[in-house]
């Protein structure tokens, strides 16, 4: 215990030795919830939409300026034709044509069907379809604004029944993006700097050669790895804390669950992250090469993480593999404790699956660790 | 590659034992295989009693390492690496501190500084301190001469003379044939295979070719003629001279001056000499060459 005591406390030393340390556990942090929280948004705003009204009726004006009021367009210009329009499109300053058909006031008195065109530029196929709800949004409201006066100034007596569905979100009222990604990116930042700063660290004993005069010590293997990995635990936590703390002070972001339970969760998680970065730096013998394989799983974790992608869009065969990852159990804890308040009997599934795989690749990277030896 | 073969030699307690080859030897794997780090493909070693792979906890124990590359935390300052490694053996720099005293009083003053702003000579008594914190009964260096100056070379066999004669016994490697007189006993190795084993006192005098030592104005071209005169055995720069042997009883000073001087040689000079060890080695190491 005083061997492993003492292990701990000269990593400490050297951690804060390293000039590089101290902005990696905060200025890391903070520069990258600021960034990434504000710029990593699904909100698609300023959409540029070019119309060509070949109607020019006071209902054609009406629905332009719906969509000028709405937040999410900005209304350029009218186009003289649809040539003129494509031309606009091709040279990229518009994202969405919009064109008004000829009797289109006339065809709405009368009842009638009446198709609007609507162009959307879809090189990004993520932000188009996400535009096509939006026209579509301003569209019916606006339809429903033109179906009651027509109804009502014919002096109608059936109001037709309408089905009007009111979306209600959950646990994120406003649908603000920065709520459902800040959580998220705190995972990442936690994961990334535990993962890398670890599977440097013992691998940079390797490189300066303090690895062979440790091993002629009677120093035993799990007092050697546990007091070289401690640090990096306590570090892990002290970063969720960082984060935590930016979140609801910066960001307000709402921490309805009990904050023990996160720390619980993130004290597991990282058994099996600091399990990771010891398997790696198992198998390298410099931090090059450990920083490299370190980079190589920690990008692909993100992007099947369901971060930046939802995990229900992803082909079969990739929702089976972010089974086995990591990152993606602690999105989904994190949001959940914090958005939703679940529990401990909620996130129970996924805390016994990250305790089973920190518990089997410990395992593995000590006996690993042992036979290398 | 196979870096050692069928090697057998003992160490006596209290010695102060030279392990003396060029690089490339297996020096290294050899010490890295009594030190427990390596386990060796066959055959058994112990140290101090002990098995290198059935006790190699207690062996570990036993045993003090200094490996040829500087090993210690760069980071850490000269205090803070001889507590760490006194800690992890168990002890204090307290008690032990009678055994290091001589060596770390030179570098106490600097004990507040980092390591990596030590310099060489420095660093290596640190390194030194550190192998001989829990007094260990053997202590391994490997090569802790090499690159060093030859004044800190001096002090530093001064120093492991005064270790070992407080009975700590000594394995020393070294690729530099001078050292080897500074050894109690001493075993040649080249290729992964020992040479010879024995005090070098014995290994000079158990030599039995006579050697000369030849000089001439053009070095060069005295080294091609004697390569050319019938009956040598070997031929070889040492310094200014060139070493000479021949391989029979029929040779005078007076033939190989005459045949030089018909070659056209000026400013002659044939001496002979008594072998060094250095000369063993080469002529050990050229009848291994020859047999093979």
């Known amino acids: 215990m005083k061997t492993i005591g003492y292990i701990i406390q000269k990593e400490f030393r050297q951690i804060f030795r390293n000039k590089a340390m101290l902005p990696i556990i905060f200025v890391m942090p903070v520069l990258q919830l600021l960034i990434l929280s504000n710029a990593a948004t699904f909100d698609i705003k300023n959409i540029r939409l070019l119309y060509v009204d070949h109607d020019r009726t006071s209902t054609s004006r009406a629905l332009i300026n719906s969509f000028d009021a709405s937040d999410y367009f900005k209304v350029m210009d009218r186009a003289s034709s649809h040539a003129k329009a494509y031309e606009a499109m091709e040279n990229g300053s518009v994202d969405v044509i919009l064109e008004i058909p000829n009797k289109f006031e006339k065809d709405l008195s009368l009842g009638n069907v009446t198709a609007l065109g609507v162009y959307i530029n879809a090189i990004d196929g993520a932000k188009a379809g996400v535009e096509n709800v939006y026209v579509n949004q301003v569209v019916q409201s606006f339809s429903k604004q033109v179906q009651l006066k027509y109804l009502s100034s014919a002096g109608g007596t059936v109001m037709a029944a309408k089905v009007a569905s009111v979306p209600a979100f959950w646990y994120n009222k406003e649908l603000d993006y920065k709520t459902f990604m800040v959580p998220g990116i705190l995972v990442l930042l936690v994961t990334m700097v535990t993962l890398f700063l670890s599977s440097m660290n013992i691998v940079r004993e390797k490189e300066t050669g303090t690895l062979e005069q440790i091993n002629v010590t009677p120093i035993k293997k799990y007092q050697f790895i546990i007091g070289k990995l401690f640090p990096f635990w306590v570090l892990g936590l002290v970063l969720l804390t960082v984060g935590l703390l930016l979140a609801k002070l910066v960001f307000h972001v709402p921490l309805v669950g009990s904050v023990a339970l996160l720390y619980l969760f993130t004290a597991v998680y990282l058994l099996l992250i600091l399990g990771m970065g010891l398997l790696v730096s198992n198998y390298t013998d410099t931090q090059q090469q450990a920083m490299f394989i370190a980079w190589f799983f920690v990008v692909i974790f993100i992007l099947l993480s369901g971060l930046f992608t939802p995990i229900e869009s992803m082909p079969g065969w990739a929702q089976k593999i972010t089974y086995l990852n990591p990152i993606r159990y602690f999105v989904e804890i994190i949001r959940m404790v914090m958005l939703k308040g679940s529990g401990f009997w909620d996130i129970a599934r996924q805390l016994s699956i990250i305790a089973g795989y920190a518990f089997a690749l410990n395992v593995i990277t000590v006996w690993g660790y042992k036979k290398t030896r | ?292």
Request: proline share 3%; aromatic share 10%.
């Open chain 2, 1 to 292: 590659m196979q870096a050692l073969r069928d090697i057998t030699f003992e160490v006596k307690p209290g010695e102060l034992f030279g392990l003396i080859g060029p690089d490339g030897a297996g020096k290294t794997t050899l010490f890295r295989i009594l030190t427990t780090l390596l386990f060796a493909d066959e055959g058994t070693a112990s140290v101090a009693g002990m098995d290198v792979v059935g006790d190699y906890r207690d062996i570990r124990k036993a045993v003090g390492y200094m490996p040829g590359r500087f090993s210690l935390y760069q980071d850490l300052s000269v205090e803070e690496n001889l507590d760490f490694f006194a800690t992890i053996f168990g002890t204090t720099v307290e008690e032990n501190y009678d055994l290091i005293k001589d060596i770390y009083i030179q570098i106490e003053p600097f004990k507040k500084r980092r390591v990596v702003a030590l310099s060489g000579g420095m660093k290596q008594k640190l390194a030194l301190s550190c192998a001989l914190i829990h007094k260990p009964k053997v202590l391994f260096l490997d090569e802790p001469t090499t690159g060093v100056d030859p004044v800190s070379r001096r002090e530093f066999w001064d120093m492991l003379k005064r270790l070992n004669s407080t009975g700590i016994t000594v394995l020393v490697s070294t690729p530099y044939m001078d050292e080897a007189e500074l050894c109690n006993r001493i075993a040649l190795i080249q290729e992964g295979e020992l040479l010879v084993v024995d005090s070098p006192e014995n290994i000079v005098a158990n030599h039995t070719d006579s050697l000369y030592k030849v000089a001439a104005k053009n070095t060069y071209m005295l080294i091609k003629d004697l390569k050319d005169f019938k009956g040598n055995k070997s031929v070889y720069a040492f310094g200014e001279f060139i070493h000479y042997t021949h391989s029979n009883s029929d040779f005078s000073e007076e033939r190989l001056g005459e045949y030089l001087e018909a070659k056209g040689h000026e400013d002659i000079k044939i001496v002979k000499a008594r072998a060094g060890i250095e000369d063993v080695f080469m002529a050990l190491s050229e009848k291994k060459g020859t047999e093979v």
